[in-house]
């Protein structure tokens, strides 16, 4: 199964801006977990308005996030 197959299955929808990849989920409260191609790190947060805060992962979202970097070859 491919990071952005297993993504989806948790909800996430997929979109990239120039040199990332974002996956993101909710309306009101978005959960994000972004991936950095230049710098090669990811982030995860949760955005509420004008907050933000970090996201603690889940250990499915983790399997996805380590699918994805062995995909891009970071790991």
Same mark, same amino acid.
């Given at each position: 199964?491919? /990071?952005?197959?297993? !993504? ?8 990239? !801006?120039?040199?990332?990849?974002? %996956? ?10 972004? !991936? ?5 790190? !990811?982030?995860? %947060?949760?955005?509420?308005?004008? /907050?933000?805060?970090?996201?603690? &992962?889940? /250990?499915?979202?983790?399997? /996805? ?6 995909? &891009?070859?970071?790991?």
């Amino acid at each position: 199964m491919t /990071a952005r197959e297993m !993504f989806k299955k948790l909800g996430y929808k997929t979109r990239t !801006f120039g040199d990332c990849i974002v %996956y993101e989920k909710g309306s009101i409260m978005r959960y994000i977990i972004q !991936f950095n191609l230049k710098d090669k790190i !990811f982030y995860s %947060y949760t955005e509420c308005g004008m /907050a933000n805060s970090i996201k603690i &992962l889940t /250990a499915n979202e983790l399997k /996805a996030v380590q699918q994805q970097m062995n995909e &891009l070859g970071w790991i």
